[in-house]
């Protein structure tokens, strides 16, 4: 994968390329960076061209005020322009599907979508909401153990703590905040796309119950459950993500 910058109306967005075949854009969730997908790489790389975003703020971009999804969406359909992306798969994982949400049923350049650990609403927990406003450290270490099912290894925790930190309090607030404020209930009845729903059978965070709501909003939509994974289903268990991902895409990109 290949680091690129493009700059955009408010500074520059951050992002890995590589693979061959049809354009693929990953987004990632609240406080994370585009490595966060790394486990999925080898088998997408084989057939689709990903496009890995680093979120305004995140990873190596420029900080952009985003205090609501709608405003990262703003950057993500800014970004298909600028790099005019064609018959693309939108791929996101909690705040990330969020922004697919508001992103793909509303551009003529999207033709799939992929929602991982989300839902239509993310309501955050008022003690984690106040934590990261009013003790830092002790709110991410409550959003680290969250992200995992008991029994996850220290160093998927503490990888995911690192995230948190470097992103800072500003912006991970600002993530958690836009995911309370966010519904797109009102939008999955004119969703037409073709959209496949992924989540980790043990997530806490965004519980199986929001993905059979999405499943039953939006026609035709395809629901995978993977056992024994949490929040962080693409990082606890990326290949079998990863190949859930390709298989479907073959389908609906290739008709394979």
Excluded at 86 to 113: E, N, Q
Excluded at 114 to 129: D, S, W
Excluded at 161 to 175: H, I, N, P, R, T
Excluded at 196 to 210: A, F, H, Q
């Amino acid at each position: 994968m290949e680091r690129h910058f493009l700059r955009l109306a408010g500074g520059i967005l951050s992002y890995l390329v590589g693979g061959k075949g049809p354009p693929v854009v990953l987004i990632h969730g609240a406080g994370n960076r585009a490595e966060i997908w790394k486990e999925l790489f080898p088998v997408l790389t084989e057939g689709y061209t990903l496009y890995v975003l680093d979120l305004p703020g995140h990873g190596l971009s420029s900080y952009i005020p985003c205090p609501r999804i709608e405003d990262y969406s703003s950057r993500v359909l800014e970004f298909l322009e600028a790099a005019d992306l064609r018959g693309v798969a939108l791929v996101g994982h909690s705040m990330g599907g969020a922004i697919v949400l508001k992103t793909g049923p509303f551009s003529k350049r999207v033709a799939a979508l992929v929602l991982v650990g989300t839902g239509a609403r993310l309501r955050v927990n008022p003690r984690l909401l106040s934590m990261l406003k009013d003790d830092f450290p002790r709110g991410i270490e409550l959003m680290a153990r969250w992200s995992f099912p008991k029994g996850a290894p220290q160093e998927l925790l503490d990888e995911a703590k690192e995230m948190f930190w470097q992103s800072g309090q500003a912006v991970l607030y600002q993530d958690m905040l836009a995911c309370d404020l966010y519904s797109a209930t009102e939008d999955l009845g004119d969703i037409s796309l073709p959209t496949l729903i992924v989540c980790g059978e043990r997530d806490v965070m965004t519980p199986p119950d929001l993905s059979r709501e999405l499943q039953r909003g939006i026609r035709g939509a395809e629901l995978r459950l993977v056992e024994g994974a949490g929040h962080m289903v693409h990082r606890e268990n990326g290949e079998e993500v990863a190949r859930l991902i390709s298989s479907f895409l073959d389908a609906q990109l290739k008709g394979g």
